[in-house]
T-cell receptor
C-alpha cells in the first residue's frame, strides 16, 4: 500500500496563477482532509470530505476549492494564488469506523507564491 | 472554543534523558493523537488514545480525562528522536484541532 500520496512535492507560483494539488489514498478511507502548516502555527484545516461526494469548509477555506472525485482522490485548487498561501500543504485520510481512527498523512507539498 | 496547548515549545536534552512533552485541551474530547514530524517534513501517527496509557517501544502516552491533559514520554532518548511532536484533539466530531508542536533536539 502506498498510503496517502500527494503531488507535486514542490511548486512555485506567481501571484494570480492557479494550480491543483492532488491527493490519493489506497486505504479505502471515507474521510479525507487538506491542511496547511505555517511556521509557529499548528496544522489548520482547509477543507475536509467525510465521504465521496461531500465536502465541508474547515478553519481557513478562503481562496481554496476542493473536489472529492471519488473515494480515493481529493484535490485542492488555488484559483488565484496569493503570497499568503505560501505554506506546506498536507493531505490526510482516516477510516472512521465505529471508533475514532488514526489519521494518515501524505508527504506534503511545499508551495511558494511570489 | 476548542483549543489545544502544548509545552514546552522547544526542548533540548542529552542523549539518554527521560523526556516529557505536555498537552492540555479546553473541553472534553473523544480522542487525542500524538504525531511525530520528522526534519524532512513527513508526519506519522504515534498514538491515538481516549483513556489511560499506551506504550510503543520507548514511547509512552498517557491521558487524564478529568484534568484534560496528556503527556508523551520518551525513555532513554536518542538523537534519532529529534523531531517535532504534535498533539491533536478530537472534540467530538471528525475534525482534529492541533497544538503548535514541541521541537525536541537530543544531543549525543
Amino acid at each position: 500500500n502506498a498510503g496517502v500520496t500527494q503531488t507535486p512535492k514542490f511548486q512555485v507560483l506567481k501571484t494570480g496563477q492557479s494550480m491543483t494539488l492532488q491527493c490519493a489514498q489506497d486505504m479505502n478511507h471515507n474521510s479525507m482532509y487538506w491542511y496547511r502548516q505555517d511556521p509557529g502555527m499548528g496544522l489548520r484545516l482547509i477543507y475536509y470530505s467525510a465521504s465521496e461526494g461531500t465536502t465541508d469548509k474547515g478553519e481557513v477555506p478562503n481562496g481554496y476549492n476542493v473536489s472529492r472525485l471519488n473515494k480515493r482522490e481529493f484535490s485542492l485548487r488555488l484559483e488565484s494564488a496569493a503570497p499568503s498561501q505560501t505554506s506546506v500543504y498536507f493531505c490526510a485520510s482516516t477510516g472512521w469506523g465505529l471508533d475514532p481512527d488514526e489519521q494518515y498523512f501524505g508527504p506534503g507539498t511545499r508551495l511558494t507564491v511570489t | 472554543k476548542n483549543e489545544v496547548e502544548q509545552s514546552p515549545q522547544n526542548l533540548t536534552a542529552q542523549e539518554g534523558e527521560f523526556i516529557t512533552i505536555n498537552c492540555s485541551y479546553s473541553v472534553g474530547i473523544s480522542a487525542l493523537h500524538w504525531l511525530q514530524q520528522h526534519p524532512g517534513g513527513g508526519i506519522v501517527s504515534l498514538f491515538m488514545l481516549s483513556s489511560g496509557k499506551k506504550k510503543h517501544g520507548r514511547l509512552i502516552a498517557t491521558i487524564n480525562i478529568q484534568e484534560k491533559h496528556s503527556s508523551l514520554h520518551i525513555t532513554a532518548s536518542h538523537p534519532r528522536d529529534s523531531a517535532v511532536y504534535i498533539c491533536a484533539a478530537l472534540f467530538g466530531n471528525e475534525k482534529l484541532t492541533f497544538g503548535t508542536g514541541t521541537r525536541l533536539t537530543i544531543i549525543p
